[in-house]
């Protein structure tokens, strides 16, 4: 692969057409799937009833904003180390839906939070350090959208974005730290996961949807980004 | 009571996919002229 080579808008702008178009295409067979799996193959939970079905977007959702910003800050800190005009632009584009997926966490989890918990919103770790995440998104978008010089607003971006990345472990961790009324991990690298397999795999199925969704829509708006200049 | 959370959920989820894919087409017609 050459990696340098693909460093210039100009030579990532087809590639970016040819992976934004298949990613697309497994992001809506992924979806459908998903759906399918997560709306009526997925047994009814016995505690939470139907209700429960709101873990096949809250819990992808969630992933995707921490991976996203993760995504994010690594292209950032790339221009930063590098100054590559591509890496700023990933950056910018990535953003948008970053902060679309972090809403739709809080948004899922809030209408899930009702029924379960008894209320929409509660000031606890794991809550508040999501709503910062969301936060940073708009801060580094707002950031990037006042400063008329590129180069400027890439770096000032990527600083933002940098530091924002503490808030990551703190999302994921804050379970276990605090004591929350957000429940702990669904799923684990270490263990087993503590739920039915076909609820699992419906998750599995609309993550892996909300990820090739996440890269089509990021490379077809990088190569608006390229089409605009920069 | 607890469809109105579900469709809630998944109404708006997807509402919010279909307005950025619709936002970004825009875009993408404004940036080829």
Redesign the interface.
Known sequence: MKWFWYASPETFYPLARRIALACGVAAAALAVAGLYVGLIVAPTDAQQ???Y??IF??VP?AWMSMFIYVMMAFWAALGLALNTRLSGMMARALA??GA?FT??AL??GA??G??TWGTYWVWDARLTSELILLFLYLGFIALQASIDDRRRSDRAGAVLAIVGVVNIPIIYYSVQWWNTLHQGASVSFTRAPSMAATMFAGMILMALAFWM?SIA?SL??V??II??GG | MNHWYLWGSYGVTFALLFVELALLMKRVRETKT
Request: hydrophobic letters at 45%; aromatic letters at 14%; charged letters at 25%.
């Open positions: 009833g139907e209700v079905r709101i977007i809250h959702a948008p839906t679309l809403f739709i948004w899922t209408l899930w009702r029924p969704y829509v077809v708006r190569r608006c089409r605009e």
